[in-house]
T-cell receptor, first 112, second 113 residues
Framework: DADVTQTPRNRITKTGKRIMLECSQT?????MYWYRQDPGLGLRLIYY???????NKGEISDGYSVSRQAQAKFSLSLESAIPNQTALYFC???????????FGSGTRLTVV | DQQVKQNSPSLSVQEGRISILNCDYT??????FLWYKKYPAEGPTFLIS?????DKNEDGRFTVFLNKSAKHLSLHIVPSQPGDSAVYFC????????????FGQGTRLTINP
């Protein structure tokens, strides 16, 4: 099993719909992150959490919300999806070392 | 404003030759620099890192060089192999606060046989 599992892998949704992307990890890490990848823009941080109930905004949090229900689970929600939220979304966990990030395989989201 | 920049969207290199990927940063408040490799349909995977107090770190075929005065780092892959074909992201870790990673735009490396 993967250390960081994201579901779904692919999703097509309509404008205005609410959608949740799930992330679970078996690494035992406290720190979890949601990133978004767009062509030509690299990975940009949406939200991050250092512990259960700890939620912090990243550089592009508008239009998104997150929930850290347990140490191993960190979900990302789009309350009312819009087409410019079409992107590849990555969840990551991290231990305290500088190179300890582990990424999931990503969720490709298309908003039509 | 992009704090970490990879100005080459793509690079094509002959198998066996050296691949050099470049990255520039504008903020001095980074303590580590990292390179990630990404294959299609997979998440980025850590490749190599360098502390801001060093100027070189080597791991097998991969070497990262850091020039702090120029705010520039580069990844050298030698010899390049077909399996090195991927997108490479440069990232910098913030010293302060949450120590978040800031990523560059990525460079798609293609190794030609």
């Amino acid at each position: 099993d993967a250390d960081v599992t994201q579901t779904p892998r692919n999703r097509i949704t309509k404008t205005g719909k609410r959608i949740m992307l799930e992330c679970s990890q078996t690494k035992g890490h406290d720190r979890m992150y949601w990133y978004r990848q767009d062509p030509g823009l690299g990975l940009r941080l949406i939200y991050y959490s250092f512990d259960v109930k700890d939620i912090n905004k990243g550089e592009i949090s508008d239009g998104y919300s997150v929930s850290r229900q347990a140490q191993a689970k960190f979900s990302l929600s789009l309350e009312s999806a819009i087409p410019n939220q079409t992107a590849l979304y990555f969840c990551a966990t991290r231990d305290r070392g500088p190179d300890g990030y582990t990424f999931g395989s990503g969720t490709r989201l298309t908003v039509v | 404003d992009q704090q970490v920049k990879q100005n080459s969207p793509s690079l094509s290199v002959q198998e066996g030759r050296i691949s050099i990927l470049n990255c520039d940063y504008t903020n001095s408040m980074f303590d580590y620099f990292l390179w990630y490799k990404k294959y299609p349909a997979e998440g980025p995977t850590f490749l190599i890192s360098i502390s801001s107090i060093k100027d070189k770190n080597e791991d097998g075929r991969f070497t990262v060089f850091l020039n702090k005065s120029a705010k520039h780092l580069s990844l050298h892959i030698v010899p390049s192999q077909p399996g090195d074909s991927a997108v490479y992201f440069c990232a910098a870790r913030e010293i302060q606060g949450a120590q978040k990673l800031v990523f560059g735009q990525g460079t798609r490396l293609t190794i030609n046989p």
